[in-house]
């Protein structure tokens, strides 16, 4: 009797869409496409962020220090998005 695995692909109810390629084993445009892919889910988290980062700042905030260091998170998360974004040159 075999015992079938959860990550068995060749069990009757595992769909290929639970499946993923290696990004070695992928061709340029689909590493492109996965890429992108990554960037927009990066790119949402960092807005998301930013718009807690910024309500923090609207409710919480009393003093300097704490302002300065919503200043370098935003800073920094507006790096890291222009850093990522697709039109940038290497």
């Keep these: 009797m075999t015992e ?32 992108a892919l990554h960037r927009r889910f990066l790119s949402g988290a960092l807005v998301l962020l930013l718009i807690v980062g910024g309500y923090a700042a609207a409710f919480d905030l009393s ?16 790096g890291v998005i222009i850093a990522t974004s697709p039109a940038r040159r290497a």
Excluded: N
Aim: hydrophobic share 35%; glycine share 6%; aromatic share 8%.
């Design 4 to 35: 079938e695995r959860f990550s068995d692909p060749s069990a009757s109810r595992h769909r290929k869409h639970h499946l993923r390629t290696p990004s070695a084993q992928l061709g340029r445009f689909d590493k492109l496409r996965r890429e």
């Design 63 to 78: 003093s300097w220090p704490s302002w300065v260091v919503l200043g370098g998170i935003c800073v920094t998360v507006i």
